[in-house]
């Protein structure tokens, strides 16, 4: 019914740059939240950055400053500009969407970011 797809995960060195994308496809209208959440090895998923459809953002204090979410409505796409890695940033990134009609959330499969030397 509805499709989330990440892409842009790798392998990067500390310091390093990555940009993460999500398309959203399927029967939706219209999409009332965007967000990126990540879960590392041993842990619960956190959210790390969210947008809703009023264009207001939010951040984890651990990437706050580091990193911009921003979207392109017309594609149904948000993004993720990930700047200074750090070793601890590894994590599997997933995409959520809350989409209308419905108002139901949707998981995309996730996209693996490994920041090492």
């Known amino acids: 019914q509805v499709q989330l797809v990440e892409s842009g995960g790798g392998s990067v060195q500390p310091g390093g740059s990555m940009r993460l994308s999500c398309t959203a496809s399927?029967?939706?209208?219209?999409?009332?939240?965007m967000g990126w959440y990540r879960q590392a090895p041993g842990k619960e998923r956190e959210m790390v950055a969210r947008l809703t459809s009023s264009a207001v953002s939010d951040y984890a204090d651990s990437v706050k400053g580091r990193w911009t979410i921003s979207r392109n409505t017309a594609k149904n796409t948000v993004y993720l500009q990930m700047n200074s890695l750090k070793p601890e940033d590894t994590a599997v990134y997933y995409c959520?969407?809350?989409?209308?009609?419905?108002?139901?959330?949707?998981w995309g499969k996730g996209t693996l970011v490994t920041v090492s030397l």
């Open positions: 959520n969407a809350e989409v209308i009609p419905g108002g139901t959330h949707y």
């Open positions: 399927g029967s939706i209208f219209s999409i009332k939240y």
